[in-house]
């Protein structure tokens, strides 16, 4: 049963497939801080779901963000 939908485009999805920004914990940069702030600003918190095709875009996103300001 699709009944997940995802903060970003709305879609439909099954409760298995959620993701949520937490999973950016794991990755080294951008620093999870970092990202809770990035995407506080986009009104997006921890414990909203998003599709597996926006969680890539997100995770793409916000490291080009990241890295405009490193530059
Ligand atoms: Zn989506």
Redesign the pocket.
């Known amino acids: 049963m699709k009944n997940a939908q ?6 439909k ?1 099954q409760q298995k497939n959620i993701f949520t920004i937490q999973q950016f914990q794991y990755r080294k940069i951008p620093t999870y801080k970092w990202s809770l702030e990035y995407f506080k600003k986009l009104g997006i918190d921890e414990w909203d779901s ?6 890539i875009e997100y995770s793409k996103k916000s490291r080009e963000e990241w890295n405009k300001l490193k530059v």
Not at 50 to 55: F, S, V
């Open positions: 995802c903060k970003k485009c709305l879609k999805f998003l599709c597996e095709n926006c969680m």
